[in-house]
């Protein structure tokens, strides 16, 4: 029989009984035959635990060692899965990063995977043992550790399952699905039985973590089907495949937040060609990811220049803005970190007009103020004030009818 890859998220593994359920079920796939790689993040809250730690010895730690300790998590986590698993008279053995060969890029703490040489890991299957491989974690060409950005297991198991060919990568998580909006948000969320890898990447790239974004990139990259399942309760999930003729083409399928950015303007930047790009290519070096941009209407030779960027980066953002604010003697740089982003998102918008309208006025009704915009052709993104968001996502899920009706009732 063939190769399964399962994941379990920060939850599933957050105390010793539940690593013991996740063994359980690992055993369950094992003892029907089949070969078995699991990835696992460290246990809830510990990748926050190690971060403030290190910024309590420094507010700008050397990137190298960040990963060195932020890392640590997982390594915990897949010992830990392995001992239960032997407990139970299930063979397994535990691969970190670098055993494994999960070559990255040198991006740290950002990283991406380059490549993964399943031999080893093929070699602990053949042994009929179960691999336990630790996420979110990576090695470069010089032997340094890297992590993947945060969320990055769900990127190391679509990598290992690509690397193996496995039939399927499951993702077990504290949802047992996708829904069309967070379900811890929203009571009447919907599961989504089967979704396409472009809504999928959509949707995390606007904010629904249940998968991180780059899982999504490299599994349509690699054809790597991906389920969404939970761990705590055996129900079907989501699918998440190439997009199929009978995929329902409505308009609008989820809504998304973001609390993750924070608003960065930049006040009377002088309007002259070439600007745009001394503000943002040292931005983009450092590697920082600039997302909604706006610039006002030029008044007297002057604009002024709004962008978001992850809370994670402002610092370093604003570090590497100020020389260029200084030498176009730009007056002020204003931070706002209190602001979430709220999209919506379908392919059927393509071909309808009046979304955009409809998304807005159902944000003045609710008394929301609207401070950026953006579109592409299957989204719409606003940015308001963070306190709204509950407000804005429910009232959206409302407006567009994405609601299960027995959930309402
Ligand atoms: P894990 O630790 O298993 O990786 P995450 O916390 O990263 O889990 O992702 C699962 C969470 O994603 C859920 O608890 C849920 O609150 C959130 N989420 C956001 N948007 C959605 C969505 N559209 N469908 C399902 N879950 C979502
Ligand atoms: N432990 C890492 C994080 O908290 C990776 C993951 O959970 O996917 O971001
Ligand atoms: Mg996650």
Redo the contacts with the bound molecule.
């Keep these: 029989m063939g190769c399964v890859v399962q994941k379990?998220?920060?939850?599933?593994v957050g105390s010793v009984d539940r690593i013991r359920h996740v063994a359980q079920r690992v055993a369950k796939t094992w003892k029907a035959g089949r070969q078995v790689a699991v990835i696992v993040?460290a246990m809830?809250g510990e990748t926050n635990r190690l971060i403030d730690l290190v910024h309590e010895v420094s507010p700008e730690p050397s990137e190298r060692e960040y990963d060195v300790i932020v890392s640590t998590g997982e390594q915990v986590s897949i010992g830990l899965l392995s001992i239960a698993l032997q407990d139970m008279g299930v063979p397994a053995e535990s691969c970190l990063g670098f055993q494994i060969k999960v070559m990255t890029d040198s991006a740290h703490s950002k990283a991406r995977i380059l490549d993964i040489d399943p031999s080893r890991l093929k070699s602990v299957l053949d042994q009929g043992k179960v691999a336990v491989v630790a996420g979110f974690q990576g090695v470069d060409d010089n032997g340094n550790v890297t992590t993947l950005g945060r969320?990055g297991?769900?990127l190391s198991a679509v990598a290992v399952a690509a690397a193996l060919k496995a039939e399927v990568c499951e993702?077990?998580?504290?949802?047992d699905?996708?829904?069309?909006?967070?379900?811890?948000?929203c009571v009447n969320?919907r599961k989504i039985e089967k979704i396409s890898y472009e809504e999928m990447l959509e949707?995390a790239s606007l904010?629904?973590?249940?998968l991180?974004t780059r899982s999504v990139e490299f599994a349509m990259k690699h054809d790597v089907p991906i389920h969404v399942l939970s761990?705590f309760r055996e129900v079907s999930g989501t699918y998440v495949v190439k997009e199929e003729p009978s995929m329902e083409k409505v308009l609008v399928t989820?809504v998304?937040y973001n609390k993750d950015e924070a608003k960065v303007s930049l006040r009377r930047v002088p309007d002259r060609p070439g600007v745009a790009a001394k503000i943002f290519n040292p931005l983009a070096s450092a590697n920082i990811v600039v997302d909604m941009i706006i610039q006002n209407i030029s008044r007297e030779g002057f604009t002024d220049l709004t962008f978001t960027v992850p809370k994670g980066d402002l610092k370093k953002a604003i570090d590497i803005l100020q020389p260029t604010a200084e030498e176009l003697e730009v007056p002020e740089i204003v931070t706002d970190e209190k602001v979430s982003k709220i999209s919506i998102i379908g392919v059927g918008m393509k071909t309808h007009a009046g979304v955009a309208a409809k998304m807005f006025q159902v944000l003045f009704d609710e008394g929301i103020n609207i401070e950026m915009i953006s579109t592409s052709e299957i989204k719409i993104s606003c940015v308001i004030k963070s306190k709204y968001t509950e407000l804005a996502v429910r009232a959206l899920h409302d407006a567009f009818e994405l609601g299960d009706e027995e959930a309402e009732a």
């Excluded at 379990?8 to 599933?12: E, I, V």
């Excluded at 699905?177 to 948000?185: F, L, Q, R």
């Excluded at 904010?207 to 249940?210: I, L, Y």
């Design positions: 379990y998220g920060g939850t599933s993040s809830a969320g297991s769900d993702i077990y998580t504290d949802v699905g996708v829904y069309t909006t967070d379900p811890n948000m969320a949707m904010g629904a973590k249940v991180q761990s989820s998304a």
